[in-house]
């Protein structure tokens, strides 16, 4: 009889654990319910008082750009970026520079040493009363008295671009200095005006210079504009209500001769010398470049979020 009321109240009480357990459970999904439905941050933006520095305003940027992994010549552009923010995500705008400073790479350097030394061997032998050298008839197509005057540069650039926002936030410098950043994308056309040696060809009655080898004077070269897609993407870390510093990468794939020589045009699948120097002779470049600005927003005040 003992056991018997033993064995009901052990039952009782493990009926009544399961029974507190699943109410405890019921009680906990009714109550994220109400908050979701009911609750302070039903219907709330994902931020509050966000300080929307693009929305409604102009950007003006000051801009120095930089050429990355040139073989002959690097370049510094000096210009600008100029958007208007239609949103605090998008914008539409410009941004271009002019190829104020050039300078030479260490290639170029000693293509032009071996090149002078090679001049004045050949000097030495028209003195002897020899002819030119077998190194000397293979190269004179390609090599000036002065290889940095044939070597092709950019000069100016000029891009209407698109640019989204998607990102947002705050940037922490040792957990004291706050700033706030963006990441942006951008894309569009590029109009690049480039120089490369002048066209030649001796079919055509303009033969190339360099064909008569008593002829010592430099390659010319000649301007001609370049459309090529242009995309990146970039930093804006802001400084006050109305000024930024703005880092940005940026991709601007087009072909180009940029050694001024005579690569292709002849051969199977022309993929040899021809003699002539034309646009057959321009190769695929990935041109990039880093572009370091100090943005300026307009008008000075930007809006709060409720």
């Not at 520095?53 to 100029?82: H, N």
Request: glycine share 10%; net charge neutral; aromatic share 12%.
């Amino acid at each position: 009889m003992r056991k018997t009321t033993k064995k009901t109240m052990r039952r009782l009480l493990v009926g009544l654990t399961a029974g507190l357990a699943l109410a405890a459970v019921g009680e906990q999904t009714a109550s994220a319910q109400e908050i979701l439905l009911t609750g302070p941050l039903a219907g709330a933006p994902a931020v509050r008082k966000l300080r929307l520095y693009r929305e409604g305003r102009i950007e003006v940027a000051p801009a120095i750009s930089f050429t990355l992994l040139d073989e002959y010549q690097r370049t510094m552009l000096f210009g600008a970026r100029i958007n208007y923010n239609f949103t605090d995500w998008l914008a539409l705008g410009v941004w271009g520079g002019f190829g104020g400073l050039k300078l030479n790479t260490g290639l170029t350097d000693r293509v032009q040493d071996v090149n002078a030394e090679r001049r004045t061997q050949e000097q030495a032998r028209t003195d002897a009363g020899l002819g030119p050298s077998v190194s000397r008839r293979l190269t004179a197509t390609n090599m000036g008295p002065k290889f940095e005057d044939q070597i092709g540069t950019i000069d100016w650039i000029a891009a209407p671009q698109i640019t989204a926002v998607p990102f947002r936030g705050k940037l922490a410098l040792f957990q004291n200095i706050y700033l706030d950043t963006d990441l942006y994308f951008f894309a569009g056309p590029a109009f690049i005006g480039v120089s490369e040696r002048k066209e030649c060809d001796p079919d055509a009655g303009t033969p190339c210079q360099g064909s008569n080898l008593d002829d010592k004077t430099p390659y010319e070269r000649e301007s001609r504009v370049a459309i090529a897609p242009t995309f990146g993407l970039g930093f804006t870390f802001y400084v006050n209500k109305w000024n930024a510093i703005g880092f940005e990468w940026r991709g601007i794939p087009f072909a180009r001769n940029t050694g001024g020589f005579d690569n292709h045009g002849g051969g199977p699948d022309s993929k040899f010398p021809d003699q002539k120097v034309n646009a057959d002779d321009r190769d695929f470049k990935f041109n990039q470049m880093l572009t370091l600005s100090y943005n300026f927003y307009f008008p000075q005040q930007y809006r709060v979020s409720e």
